[in-house]
């Protein structure tokens, strides 16, 4: 994958590594953002919380 010469800059003054998310996204990927921007506010947010509170549960054990 070539960059420009403002993608390069923008990667080297960066803080964070984000060239991983430059790279080609895969169907299953582009499956779920789909999903998600069909989703109303209120659905978003109860996933958030759906997912935070599994996460404790793991984080428990």
Known sequence: MSLSVNEE???????????????????????????????????KIAKVLELTEL???LMSF
């Open 9 to 43: 800059c923008y990667l080297n003054q960066s803080k964070f590594n984000i060239e991983p998310f430059l790279l080609e996204k895969d169907p299953g990927q582009e499956l779920y953002y789909n999903i998600v921007r069909k989703m109303t506010p209120e659905q």
């Open 55 to 57: 996460s404790r549960k």
